[in-house]
């Protein structure tokens, strides 16, 4: 079975930093996309980047650029999303998914969500 | 880049059909077949109803189906059920290898 798991939740202060992560298991790790999805408070999605674990290659949404890194370690799996400087406003859920087959766009698979709160 | 338009609310009756549209440009919906549409209830992740515009993942009840029309997609739920209840968002692929969301609809069921 194809499965996501994300780190649990996390309350931080601003300017700390932060790296959640999201586990695959049950399929070919380093053949599929993984994509990180922002859901700030009663608000909609946001597509935040990519990641190509079989190379590390990434892609970036202009409006995440240099806010946030996606990186990989293939030994364990895992796709990361870290912030060094936290901010009150990146106060979020956020989602990993996985696209269908070569896709990079249609996630069939997500995983449950880790919620990030920022405050002082 | 710009979200993709949806309206803010859609609603419908038990047995009614409502229709979701999703607004972009030349440089997202107009350019490709790749637009998504994802249900997302309160409290839970998405879910994948419709990709390449009108395809239906396996197990998506065929209540659901999607359209495009130059920068302009839409999902139609026929027979609308009381579990339709729901955000529902679209998505497209982008010339420049990004995916944008739309702002997403919330579906009431009247």
């Known amino acids: 079975e194809v499965q996501l798991v994300q780190s649990g939740a996390e309350v931080k202060k601003p300017g700390e930093s932060l790296k959640i992560s999201c586990q695959g298991s049950?399929?070919?790790?380093?053949?599929?996309?993984i994509a990180w999805v922002r859901q700030m408070p009663g608000r909609g999605l946001e597509w935040m980047g990519v990641i190509w674990p079989g190379d590390s290659g990434t892609k970036y949404s202009p409006s995440f650029q240099g806010q946030v890194t996606i990186s990989v370690d293939k030994s364990t799996s895992t796709v990361y999303l870290q912030w060094s400087r936290l901010k009150a406003s990146d106060t979020a859920m956020y989602y990993c998914?996985?696209?269908?087959?070569?896709?990079?766009?249609?996630?069939?698979?997500w995983g449950q969500g880790t919620l990030v709160t920022v405050s002082s | 880049q710009s979200a993709l338009t949806q309206p803010a609310s859609v609603s419908g009756s038990p047995g009614q059909s409502i229709t979701i549209s999703c607004t972009g440009t030349s440089n997202d919906v107009g350019a490709y077949i790749y637009v998504s549409w994802y249900q997302q209830h309160s409290g839970k992740a998405p879910k994948l109803m419709i990709y390449?515009?009108?395809n239906r993942p396996s197990g998506v009840s065929n209540r659901f189906s999607g359209s495009k029309s130059g920068n302009t997609a839409s999902l139609t739920i026929s027979g609308l059920q009381a579990e339709d209840e729901a955000d529902y968002y679209c998505?497209?692929?982008?010339?420049?290898?990004?995916?944008?969301f739309g702002g997403g609809t919330k579906l009431t069921v009247l």
């Open positions: 049950g399929y070919s790790f380093t053949n599929y996309w």
């Open positions: 998505s497209s692929y982008t010339r420049s290898s990004t995916v944008v």
């Open positions: 998914a996985r696209p269908r087959g070569s896709s990079t766009n249609c996630y069939d698979r």
């Open positions: 390449d515009v009108s």
